[in-house]
Each structure stands twice: as structure tokens, then as C-alpha cells.
């Protein structure tokens, strides 16, 4: 029991008390010497041992998984490392010399250096009769290994065929269904209102698919010529995808008293390009450089809303042959 | 304007004389006309009926043109009313103007009074009684992300349409909300039954409601925005310190 | 014991030279050459963090329905990808803490990375012979944008979907090829198929971070070649004598304290802030969107030169040659890493003509014309880059958003211009007093040394 005792207070003085400076062996140093300083030797300590402490309720919290788990993790480990980071600067400015060496910095060149290189590698080949043949077969060798092995690449996509760009699932007689695929009905859209219709039975998330279906008052369209059938009943469906980084036509400004309020439009809340519903979907703001495609559609004899065709132009945002080419039906 | 004060006077005669056991109108009634007169004629006209030529004030639009300046209230219900008083919308502090979230000038009998007022000039709908605790929250999320999230935020924290401001929905109370749904003031959408029925409205009040105070289990919630106010305290707290840290560290230099 | 260990590695490595050497290597002292280290350990900490997250991250775009502790998403459809990012920030113990530390570095990682390009380039450390160093820099902050990019967007929620349309925006809108290019990429038009979740997510976890170390590896290798720059802070500070301290004991205890700092930062925030918060955005379909989505702060910038753009395609006949996002999302960061790139050989063949080796660093006082210029590009950078947030600044301060827009467009050409001219003008004051102040204290010194001759002589 006492010997227990014994080893416990040999073993604390042994951490806790102080020694004597050790005695470095003759000669000149090459750390400079400076003075102790006990008051910032105990900072770093203490820092030291709170870091621990904090670091040792990281896994204990996590064990007992406490609410709110997440700050109380957090500010364990963050804590820890922040009172560990602070002991070491203080041991930086304080417990360690701070030397100031001076040195030369390395040379700006070695000429010698960059002549020898260029003469052994001009004397390798000295036994070369035709250099410049030799260097181009070499050369040309190189490059068709690295076209042969970059070759691979175009199995990644389909980069030689832009049709897939063109597609929409929309043909003539598709019906418009909702996300849950049920049909819409002609009479289900309603004037200051906005829809989101899918062709039926394709996939929702081709940037082909989805549509932004308002009604308008009759007097209230402005359709250009060609555009003039495709809506019905005052109903107009537009592509859903901004013809200017394709997201996500979701906001339809419907003025509650027209005279007083900003007009209608559709409007794409990544970059707000603003299109006019009654128009044909022309750009009345923002950034979008093409005009939203409209879908024609048509009311069948049960009252459902169809497809009548293709879009008049292709979706989604513009690239190279955007004006050249007609959606794919 | 004669003839419509009496077909005004006609239309309170026959309210009067609809109002049960009672020969004179009610106190309330007779509170919500002089209100009414007070603060809502100028632009919405004798009797909620808009006129061609209604008096304007401030930098109003009605000096140029001479077309009505606010809609008729007939036939909006005690819905309206009660949204539009009720958040502060209304009274406008002048034309022209979106209406916004603002100090509600009524006290609560006046309230009811422009309310009954308003839903006496003619047949329209009753303030809503939502019941979102039969609504479910996922289902709300749903819906809100289709049709309300695109203006308002999918947090609800409320957004930009170009022209327009779609406000945040944190004071809003389920009743507010399920009246808006149903009006579509400014330039927001109206959704009728059909569109978004009541079960569904129901649980778009609940995922709202829920938005008023979502799970932040990550801390700090920072409005949730996003990244807007993430890159903020990236650079005014995260940085800062870093940088402050840095030149705990390091030396600066010495003029000279 | 410490012999022993030096003698054991030693006798096997022949190391001791070499680690006698870089124990007395030569740091520089000032604080503002320590941000590049900032930007070093937030690389360290995301390397650790985004490991331990792709043990339990999948990258199928699988459908699967949520059925976890997260009410307001039970029973909606997603990918198995965003399920499993809503798995580590909800079932995971402590999973989440992980992923916002980890969210949190990437952003003080670019952050750290764009202070210290700032200090090296008003201070020409860019200079002859450190161009090489410069371009690595400049690389590897090319690659942690498209890295920080590809991590958010593999999270699959309503943000990073959006995110990802908008990439699909602007690669099919590169001029000539930039269709092409995009079905490649997303193997087919947007959204492309599942192969896209894949390519994203060993670009993001092995292809990019790669590519970082390495280029991370040469930046510090050609430092250590040449020697770390220094201010003439006094007479010993000379462009061939280097003054500082030796990495150890001296550099060794800060840089340490300093990546613990660092790191204790992150997880503090990582614990007390919260970022992206994928469960409140709900899963990504291309037909749904939110308002006021943003990207991370480093592509705001890109948000903002998008946003300004004026609505139009720029066709020849029926051939769109330039598509619109290209100008924002493409040309506008080329143009702006492009002056970074070109810049130390522009301003040696134009302004300063200056060829010369140097080690000491220029205040930016001392170069007024690179500061000037430097001011007005990172201002006009700046500018756009705020503009990107002018719908939040519309819904808060009700700035219309439109007139914010039409202001900008004019702004961001004459407000940078402006603000160098005067940052120019600044830098020549600032240097004509200090020069006024030498020659006066010069004319007082001969003043005093005149008397001094005056009393010396009087008595002969």
C-alpha cells in the first residue's frame, strides 16, 4: 500500500516538477540560448491540458450521443484544436527562440550546369545521320499513341450526334398528364393559374418533357401568325426549361388588377429572364436569348388536353444549331 | 353619382333590412361603413364599386389616367378583407405601390367591422378556417415546391419575381396563408379548389408552418438562404479569424 | 533518443543532411505569408473529411423512396444519391458534422486561396523567378472551382440540381463544340444518365484532388527551390541575403498552431453554423426550381456576369455562334484567369520592363500602376460578383431588382476604372511623402553633419 503510494508521488514529481535546464554538451551552439519564462510555460500547459480534456469529450458525446450532437461534436473538436493551435503559438513566441538567420538565396542560375546538359544531350546523339527525320518519326509516333489513347473518350457520349439534343417525347395526339400521370383536362386550367404537364407515359425528367400550361383570356393573346392554332381554348403550353441555363419555369406573375400591376409572364428564377405567355413566349427581360418554345395542343372529344405536334422550336438552352434545326418528333 | 348613391342606400336598405331583429343597422355595421369611408373609398370607390374617376392622392396615377385605380370590392368576400387588413396590405400608403407585410392600423372591433363591411357588399367568400394538423408536412413539401416554391423559396424565406417581391411567409398565419392561396394578391397566382384543394391547401400550411422553424439540426441557421449567407460567414467570420489568427502569428511590418 | 531515431533512419536513408538542411530552412516573417498555409491545412482537412464522407456517400441516381427520421421528406421520391447525403446528416452519428466541416473548408479553402493570390499579386512575388509558382497557384485555384463545384452537385437536392442545369447551360453554349462537348460529358442532353453521377464523383474524389496535390506538390517544391520572398523591412533584407527563421524550433510550433487553428475553425463551424442544409431543399427534379438559388460564394461571381448579361443569342443567319451563357458562365472567368496567367509578362514588357531577378516584394505602394490596375480588375470582379445577390438585396432592402441590374451593367465599367485611377493616385502620394520625408531628414542630416564639421574646425 505505501509503495503504491510511493511510486504514485515519484511519478507526479516526475511530470510536475521542474528540472534543471539540461546541460548541453561544449561547443558552440547552434540554437541561441534565451531566457525561461515558467509564467508561459504554465499557459501552454494548462492550454495544452484543456485541449486534451476537450478532445477526450469528443468521444465520450459521441457515446451518449446527446442532443444537440452535432454543436456539442463540433465545439469538442474545434475547441480541442483551437486550445491545442494557441498552446503552440505560444510556445512559438515564447518558449522558443525566435532566431533571425541570414542565408544566401540560392543562385539565380548555373550556366555551367545548363551547358553541360545541353552537350550531353547533343553528344547522345551525334551517331544520328538524318535529326530531323529521326526527330519527326519520334514526334509523330508520340502524338498518334497519344490520339490512339485519348481515343477512348468518345465512348463517354454520344458527341458526334446531336439528334438526342433535339428530341422531345412530344408527337401529335400525346396527351398531358400531371406528375402523378393523371390527365389533364381542358377544363381543369384555369386563368391565373399555372399547370406542369408531362407527355404521357415518358419520362419526366428529359429536359423535353415538362410544360407550363396557363389559360388566357381570349382578347389577351397576341399570338404571331404561325403560332395562331397552337393554343386551345385559350390554353397555351410552353416548355418549362429556360431557353437560358435550363432551369425550372415555376413562377407565373399574374397581376390581381391589371392596371396597376407589373403584366403577366413567366418567369425563371435562376437568372430571371422574364417571358411574355401571351406572345408566343417572347424574352420581355433577363438574360435568355431565345424565345420559350411552344407546344400546340388541342382539346379531344372527352375534354383532355393533347398534343397537336412538335414544339415550334427546339427546348432547352441554346446551342450552335438551335435556330438551324426543328425539334425531333 | 346620384343614381348610384341610391342604388348604394338601396343596397344598405336591403342589408338593414336582412339583419334579423334589428331595425336600425347594427353598431358594427354602421362602424365598418365610416371606415370604410375613411379609408378605402378614395380608391375602391363608394360602395366597393370602382369608379371611372376616383380621387387620388399622393403621386397617384389617377391625375393621367382616368381609369379605375383599385379593384371593386363586391363579391370578395370576407376573405379579402380580412386578408388585406388583416397583414397590413391595406390600407396602401400610396398607389401604385406592391402591397407589403405593415402595421395593422385597426384595432380588432374596427377589424370586424371593415371586414363585415366589406363581405356585406356582396356575395363572396368567408374567411377560411384552415385545420393544417390534418395536413401532412411531406405532402406540403410536395406541393409548395410545385407551386409556391419558385417565388417564395423552398424555405419559405420568400423571393424575387422580376417586377415583384413574393414575400416571406414567416408571419404568415395559416389563415393568411389559405386566404392568399385563394386570392392571389399582387401578381401571385390564385389557386382555386380545384387546382389545390382544401385537404391539400391543409398540408401546405403545415409544410409552412414547419418552415417557420425547421429542423436546423446543422446550428446556425443563417435565414435559410444558403449560399449567400454562407459565403458572408466564410469571409466575415471564418476568414476573419483566420486572417486575425495569421497575424497573431506572423510579424507585420515596421514603418520606417 | 532523439540520436537514436536520427541514426536509425539515417543509416537507412543517408537522410540526415537533407534533414539537417530542412531543419534550418528559411522562413520570412510576416503574417501575410502565412495565408497560402490557411489554404494548405483547409486542403488537408477537406482531403480527411470528404474520405471519411465517401465511405458512406453513394452516387446512384437509382429511385428510391425516403422513409427515414426526416418527416417532411418521408415518402418522396428521390435518388439514392441525395438519400444517402440526408442518411450521413441524419442517421450517421456524427456524420453531419463532417459534412458541414467539410462544406465549410471547401469554402474557406477558395477563400484562403484567393487572399493570398491578392497578397502575392500586390506584392509582385509573382516575379522573375517565381512565374512558375504563379501558374501553379493560379491552377490549382482554376481546379478547386470546378472541384467545389462537382461536390456540392453531387448532393442531388433542388440547389445543386438547379447548380448542374445551369453547367449544362454554359458547356453547350462554348461556341462550335459546345454541344458536342456537353453530350459528352453527360453522356446525352441534360440530365444525362447515371454514368454522369459517376464521372462526377471519381472526378471529385480521385481525378481532381489528385490533380490538386500534385500541382499543390510543385507549387511548394518550386517555394522551396527558390526561396521564399521578403520584405525590406531593414538593411539585412537584401535580393540575395534571405532573413528569417529555420523551420525549426521556430516555423515548425506556428505552422502547427496554425493548422489547428485552422482545422479547429472549420469544426467549430462545422458544429455551431449550418450549411447547406440539403434536407430543407428536397430532392432535384428538372422541372422543379426555387427561388434565390445560388452556387457556394467562389462561382457567385459567375451568377452575377450570367444575371447582367442582356438578353441575346449573338446568330449569324440561322447559326448560333454564341449562345449567351457563354459570355458570363465562359468568357467572363477566361477573361478574368486570363489577366491573372498573362499579367506578370504584360506588365514586364508594358509597364515595367522590369526583367530582372527579384527576391524582395514591392509594397503595393511601390508599384502604383499594378496596383491601380490590380484594384480595378479585382473591383470589376468584385462588382459582378455582388450583383449575382442583387435579387436577396431587392427582397431586403427593396432596391429594384431591375434598375440594380441596368445600374450594374454601367457600373461594372466605370466604377472599377475609377477606383484604380484613384488607388494610382494614392500609391504616388504615398511614395512622394516618403520621399519628401528622406529628403528632409537627409537635408537635416548634412545640416547636422555641416555643424558638427563647423565645431570641429572652429578651434583650428
Not at chain 1, 446531336?162 to 386550367?189: F, H, K, M, N
Not at chain 2, 343596397?11 to 339583419?19: G, M, S
Not at chain 2, 459565403?231 to 510579424?251: D, E, P, Q, R
Amino acid at each position: 500500500m505505501g509503495r503504491a503510494k510511493d511510486v504514485l508521488i515519484s511519478a507526479a514529481l516526475l511530470v510536475v516538477g521542474r528540472h534543471r535546464r539540461p546541460r548541453l554538451g561544449d561547443g558552440e551552439r547552434i540554437v541561441p540560448d534565451g531566457p525561461a519564462e515558467r509564467g508561459w510555460e504554465s499557459v501552454a500547459i494548462v492550454l495544452f491540458g484543456l485541449a486534451a480534456l476537450s478532445a477526450l469529450a469528443f468521444p465520450i458525446l459521441y457515446g451518449l450521443d446527446v442532443s444537440p450532437s452535432t454543436q456539442l461534436l463540433g465545439i469538442s473538436l474545434g475547441l480541442s484544436l483551437v486550445l491545442a493551435g494557441a498552446g503552440l503559438v505560444v510556445t512559438a513566441h515564447k518558449l522558443v527562440v525566435t532566431e533571425e538567420i541570414e542565408e544566401d538565396y540560392p543562385p539565380e542560375e548555373h550556366p555551367e550546369e545548363q551547358e553541360l546538359v545541353d552537350r550531353i544531350v547533343q553528344e547522345s546523339g551525334g551517331r544520328l545521320t538524318r535529326r530531323r527525320l529521326f526527330g519527326l518519326a519520334l514526334g509523330g509516333a508520340g502524338g498518334a499513341i497519344a490520339l490512339a489513347l485519348v481515343t477512348p473518350v468518345v465512348s463517354l457520349g454520344p458527341v458526334f450526334r446531336i439528334s438526342p439534343l433535339l428530341g422531345t417525347p412530344w408527337r401529335r395526339g400525346r396527351r398531358l398528364v400531371d406528375e402523378d400521370g393523371r390527365p389533364w383536362l381542358a377544363s381543369d386550367i384555369e386563368e391565373n393559374d399555372f399547370y406542369t404537364a408531362f407527355p404521357e407515359g415518358a419520362d419526366d425528367e428529359e429536359l423535353g418533357s415538362p410544360l407550363i400550361l396557363v389559360r388566357l383570356p381570349k382578347h389577351a393573346l397576341r399570338l404571331p401568325e404561325h403560332l395562331r392554332d397552337f393554343p386551345a381554348n385559350g390554353i397555351v403550353a410552353y416548355s418549362k426549361i429556360c431557353t437560358h441555363a435550363a432551369c425550372a419555369i415555376s413562377l407565373y406573375r399574374t397581376p390581381l388588377f391589371a392596371q396597376d400591376e407589373p403584366r403577366r409572364a413567366l418567369v425563371c428564377p435562376c437568372h430571371y429572364s422574364t417571358f411574355d405567355p401571351a406572345d408566343g413566349g417572347s424574352v420581355i427581360f433577363g438574360p435568355a436569348g431565345r424565345k420559350l418554345p411552344m407546344l400546340p395542343i388541342h382539346v379531344d372529344r372527352k375534354g383532355h388536353l393533347r398534343a397537336a405536334g412538335n414544339f415550334d422550336e427546339p427546348v432547352g438552352p441554346s446551342w450552335w444549331g438551335v435556330r438551324l434545326r426543328k425539334p425531333n418528333p | 353619382m346620384t343614381t348610384r348613391r341610391a342604388a348604394w342606400l338601396v343596397a344598405l336598405l336591403a342589408l338593414v333590412a336582412a339583419v334579423p331583429a334589428a331595425a336600425a343597422p347594427t353598431p358594427l355595421v354602421e362602424l365598418g361603413r365610416h371606415l370604410y369611408g375613411q379609408h378605402c373609398v378614395a380608391c375602391h370607390g363608394m360602395n366597393g364599386v370602382r369608379t371611372p374617376r376616383a380621387i387620388g392622392f399622393g403621386r397617384s396615377r389617377t391625375q393621367t389616367e382616368q381609369e379605375a385605380v383599385a379593384p371593386s370590392l363586391v363579391g370578395v368576400g370576407a376573405l379579402a378583407a380580412d386578408f388585406y387588413l388583416r397583414t397590413g396590405y391595406m390600407p396602401l400608403p400610396h398607389l401604385g405601390l406592391q402591397p407589403r407585410r405593415a402595421r395593422v392600423l385597426f384595432t380588432e372591433r374596427q377589424l370586424r367591422a371593415l371586414v363585415g363591411y366589406v363581405a356585406s357588399l356582396g356575395p363572396g367568400p368567408k374567411v377560411p378556417t384552415p385545420h393544417p394538423q390534418r395536413g401532412n408536412i411531406s405532402a406540403g413539401l410536395h406541393l409548395f415546391t410545385d407551386h409556391c416554391a419558385g417565388c417564395h423559396q423552398i424555405a419559405a424565406e420568400g423571393g424575387y419575381v422580376t417586377g415583384a417581391v413574393a414575400p416571406p411567409l414567416e408571419e404568415a398565419t395559416s389563415t393568411q396563408i389559405a386566404e392568399a392561396v385563394r386570392i392571389g394578391p399582387y401578381v401571385m397566382p390564385r389557386f382555386s379548389t380545384k387546382a389545390i384543394t382544401d385537404r391539400q391547401l391543409d398540408s401546405i400550411i403545415a409544410y409552412v408552418l414547419y418552415a417557420k422553424h425547421p429542423d436546423d439540426r446543422g446550428g446556425w441557421a443563417l435565414g435559410h438562404l444558403g449560399p449567400v449567407p454562407e459565403g458572408l460567414v466564410t469571409w466575415f467570420v471564418a476568414a476573419a479569424a483566420l486572417v486575425l489568427t495569421c497575424m497573431a502569428i506572423g510579424k507585420r511590418l515596421k514603418h520606417g | 533518443m532523439i540520436r537514436k531515431v536520427v541514426r536509425f533512419v539515417d543509416q537507412r536513408s543517408g537522410g540526415a543532411p537533407l534533414l539537417r538542411k530542412t531543419l534550418r530552412y528559411l522562413f520570412p516573417d510576416h503574417w501575410s505569408f502565412l495565408l497560402g498555409e490557411v489554404a494548405l491545412y483547409a486542403f488537408v482537412v477537406l482531403v480527411a473529411t470528404g474520405t471519411y464522407l465517401a465511405l458512406f456517400y453513394s452516387d446512384s441516381t437509382a429511385e428510391v423512396r425516403y422513409h427515414g427520421p426526416y418527416r417532411p421528406l418521408q415518402g418522396q421520391e428521390m435518388t439514392e444519391a441525395y438519400h444517402s447525403v440526408l442518411n450521413i446528416s441524419f442517421s450517421v452519428r456524427a456524420g453531419l458534422l463532417i459534412r458541414q466541416t467539410h462544406h465549410w473548408a471547401a469554402d474557406v479553402f477558395v477563400a484562403a486561396i484567393l487572399l493570398h493570390l491578392l497578397r502575392i499579386f500586390f506584392t509582385g512575388a509573382y516575379r522573375k523567378p517565381r512565374e512558375l509558382t504563379y501558374l501553379l497557384g493560379l491552377s490549382i485555384l482554376g481546379v478547386s472551382l470546378l472541384e467545389g463545384y462537382l461536390g456540392y452537385s453531387l448532393v442531388d437536392d433542388l440547389l445543386s440540381g438547379m447548380g448542374l442545369a445551369i453547367g449544362y447551360a454554359v458547356a453547350v453554349s462554348i461556341p462550335f463544340v459546345g454541344a458536342n462537348l456537353a453530350e459528352l460529358i453527360w453522356d446525352g442532353p441534360f440530365p444525362g444518365t447515371h454514368a454522369f453521377f459517376s464521372r462526377m464523383y471519381i472526378a471529385h474524389v480521385f481525378i481532381f484532388p489528385i490533380l490538386i496535390a500534385v500541382l499543390l506538390t510543385a507549387h511548394l517544391a518550386l517555394v522551396a527551390l527558390r526561396h521564399h520572398t521578403q520584405f525590406r523591412a531593414g538593411p539585412r533584407q537584401t535580393e540575395r541575403k534571405i532573413v528569417g527563421m529555420p523551420t525549426f524550433p521556430g516555423q515548425t510550433p506556428r505552422s502547427l498552431g496554425l493548422f489547428l487553428i485552422t482545422a479547429g475553425v472549420l469544426f467549430l463551424l462545422g458544429g455551431l453554423a449550418q450549411i447547406n442544409p440539403v434536407w430543407l431543399w428536397g430532392p432535384y427534379h428538372t422541372y422543379s426550381s426555387t427561388n434565390g438559388a445560388q452556387p457556394d460564394w467562389y462561382l457567385g461571381w459567375l451568377i452575377g456576369a450570367l444575371r447582367l448579361m442582356p438578353g441575346w443569342d449573338f446568330a449569324i443567319g440561322r447559326y448560333t455562334v454564341i449562345p449567351n451563357p457563354f459570355w458570363g458562365g465562359v468568357l467572363f472567368p477566361l477573361a478574368v484567369f486570363g489577366f491573372l496567367l498573362g499579367w506578370p509578362w504584360v506588365e514586364r514588357r508594358f509597364v515595367s520592363h522590369d526583367y530582372g531577378y527579384h527576391n524582395l516584394l514591392d509594397r503595393p505602394r511601390d508599384a502604383p500602376i499594378r496596383t491601380g490596375i490590380g484594384v480595378g480588375v479585382f473591383t470589376f470582379v468584385a462588382m459582378i460578383f455582388v450583383a449575382g445577390a442583387a435579387d436577396r438585396i431587392d427582397v431586403l432592402f427593396g432596391w429594384s431588382y431591375t434598375s440594380q441590374i441596368w445600374t450594374y451593367r454601367i457600373a461594372i465599367w466605370l466604377v472599377p476604372i475609377a477606383i484604380g485611377v484613384v488607388a494610382h493616385r494614392v500609391c504616388v502620394e504615398l511614395l512622394e511623402g516618403e520621399q519628401a520625408e528622406r529628403s528632409r531628414r537627409l537635408a537635416e542630416e548634412l545640416a547636422r553633419r555641416d555643424g558638427e564639421r563647423h565645431t570641429l574646425e572652429e578651434p583650428a
